[in-house]
């Protein structure tokens, strides 16, 4: 018996059917990429339905109250190629922000509160529809008007992407923004560029590759830091934050132009910034230059401390020479002594009938 070798063709019914399968699913999976904003059923409060971790206990972003902080001395901040010029920065609208990447150049930081070595990802923005709101975390209830995240991912762990199963896997500079009257000269071709990506998953390429260093603050000494989350969906707790105190300066028309933007849907970018979560149980650091030094009242007092005491103590008691002794010094108990041997023997003369 011969086995039946012929080879069955597709049909048409049936190439349509794997084409639309291809097309559904291709769709399915750029939703679940795209599936969260910052408004109605797709905002910030509808996040948990479809990321459990959006409703974890150690969530970003937080209100830092200045006044409940810990004041740190933490090692130095390193910072490895933040001054370079990169050789292409390329600017993407990806539909939730503009992020920045850097081709062939990789900056680093390590030291503070973090333990290995970070390398560079991306850099993004959150702002708001106006002046007045806009940042992600907040200092003592007052709102920037925007806030750049420059992110890092442990080298260890090779990418972003796998970073983002460990605990320790990212760390996030975070830079808050003031209003100034005048434009920030750092800044003029980036918000030029900002025209060129209005569109949703437009990029643009920057002709002179700004510095890294060029982009955020002077002050890289004085932050808050703690342990907290991504600020979009998956919202993984993996993340150790750091917030620099002093803001970068940005004019008015410099802010206003992120807010021309589009989002996924043609519509305007104006505002994406997630709402503050609880702190919970979490200690928020803040590394100051200030000499920091807890105090331990039961350590014991070093011996050569208490001869010294002993010294000063018995110096004081020395009478002065040409000043009369204080009636409570030496001499008061010389004549407690003589009033007491007058006493027994007027009892024995008592007792006895003579003074011998």
Known sequence: MEADMSIRRPTRSSNFMLIASIV????????????????????PSHWGEQYNTCTGKHQSPININSLDV??????????????????????TNNGHTVAVTMKDHFPTISGGPLKGVYQYSQLHFHWGDNDTVGSEDMIDNHIFPMELHVVFFKQDYKNAKNAMKHSDGLTVLAFFYEIS??????????????????????????????????LIARDLLHYYTYDGSLTTPPCSEVVTWIDFKEPIMLSHA????????????????????????????RVVLYNTDEIVKDVDLTDEIPAEEIDQNSLEHEKDR???KGKKPHPDSGS??????????AMALVFRFYLTGSWK
Not at 183 to 190: A, I, M, Q, T, V
Not at 332 to 341: Q, R
């Open 24 to 43: 559904i699913l291709s769709v399915l999976s750029c939703a679940r990429c795209q599936d969260f904003g910052y408004d109605g059923a797709k905002g």
């Open 70 to 91: 810990k004041k740190v001395n933490l090692p130095p901040l390193i910072m490895e190629g933040f001054d370079a010029h990169p050789q292409q920065t390329n600017l």
């Open 181 to 214: 009257q005048d434009d920030n000269p750092s800044y003029e071709e980036f918000v030029q560029l900002l025209g060129n990506v209005t569109s949703s998953h437009k990029t643009a390429t920057f002709e002179k590759p700004p510095s890294l260093r060029n």
């Open 254 to 281: 410099q802010i206003e132009a992120f807010r021309a933007l589009e989002d996924d849907e043609g519509h305007p970018l104006t505002h994406n910034f997630r709402p503050i979560q609880p702190l919970g149980d």
């Open 318 to 320: 020395r009478p002065v």
């Open 332 to 341: 008061g108990s010389i004549g407690t002594s003589w009033t007491v041997l």
